[in-house]
């Protein structure tokens, strides 16, 4: 069998295992790959030379499927769906499909309206506070800032000690995180213009607004995406709600793959 290949990308301070249960229940159609982005779990930190960038995270993905030249299924959620983005952006020849979970393409809100550039402007504030914690030495400080934004008030707090010194350590990589996709200079026409493929696109109803925002704006610029909201999901949605997550994403990498076949055999 000929098992097409699909490349899942985790969100900040998580690793390819945030994608075990997805992977367990694939088709066999479907060979999966779940890297972990840099400096989490069992990869090396970015250590240079330059500033991180989201094309660097991207070719970093890329150099974890065994075939370089094939086609891929997308599937990134949070930090790891700006990293799909710039992968597909960059590499449109590679891309069957692509599924982006609340991508943080922020990079998407200075390029709009006003209402939006004040939306990024609340996220600069947030990652400011990260980045003071993590110049001070206070990585717990800064990252009770980070997981209190995207899971509400009360999240860090709640954790496990273990939970929250495991956190702890990726403070630094969470700042290079940040910095990537706000500073990511991909024009939104270039979506546009070079996205021919299937686009699925999620969010959660009670996300924080820039990032419900950005999914709504990514599935106005694409033509070709679908965007779904699950209305009682937070940003965490993969993790909050998997079996839902995991059946929009099923039905997406199927959908596709009949699509592709249909498309050769119109053309035999």
């Given at each position: 069998m000929n098992r097409q290949q699909v490349l899942l990308l985790h969100?900040?301070?998580g690793s390819g295992r945030q994608w075990d249960k997805l992977t367990a229940g694939l088709d066999p159609r479907f060979r999966a790959f779940a890297p972990d982005l840099y400096g989490y779990g069992e990869s090396e930190p970015w250590s240079g030379?330059?500033?991180?960038?989201?094309?660097?995270?991207a070719a970093h993905a890329?150099?974890?499927l065994p075939d370089d030249r094939g086609p891929v299924?997308?599937?990134g959620h949070s930090y790891g769906g700006a990293v799909a983005l710039r992968f597909a952006a960059t590499r449109p020849w590679r891309v069957r499909s692509l599924t982006l979970i609340e991508p943080v393409a922020f990079?998407?809100?200075?390029?709009?309206?006003?209402?939006?550039r004040r939306l990024l402007e609340s996220v600069r504030g947030i990652a400011s506070?990260?980045?003071?914690?993590?110049?001070?030495?206070?990585?717990?400080?800064?990252?009770?800032e980070f997981v209190d934004y995207w899971n509400g008030d009360g999240a860090w707090s709640s954790m496990a000690p273990e939970a929250r010194r495991r956190f702890s350590f990726c403070a630094p990589k969470v700042v290079l995180d940040f910095h990537a996709a706000i500073n990511e200079d991909t024009a939104p026409d270039v979506y546009r213009r070079r996205f021919s493929f299937p686009v699925q696109i999620l969010r959660g109803g009670s996300s924080p607004e820039p990032s419900r925002r950005v999914?709504?704006?990514?599935?106005?610029?694409?033509?070709?995406a679908r965007l779904t909201t699950l209305e009682k999901a937070?940003?965490?949605?993969?993790l909050t709600h998997a079996d839902a997550v995991h059946a929009v994403i099923r039905r997406h990498l199927e959908q596709a793959c009949g699509s592709a076949s249909q498309a050769v055999s119109r053309a035999a």
């Open positions: 969100c900040s301070a030379p330059g500033t991180l960038t989201l094309a660097e995270e890329a150099s974890c299924h997308l599937v990079h998407m809100l200075m390029q709009t309206g006003d209402a939006e506070r990260v980045i003071e914690g993590v110049l001070s030495g206070d990585y717990y400080g800064a990252m009770e999914a709504e704006l990514l599935s106005e610029w694409i033509p070709s937070g940003h965490m949605l993969p």
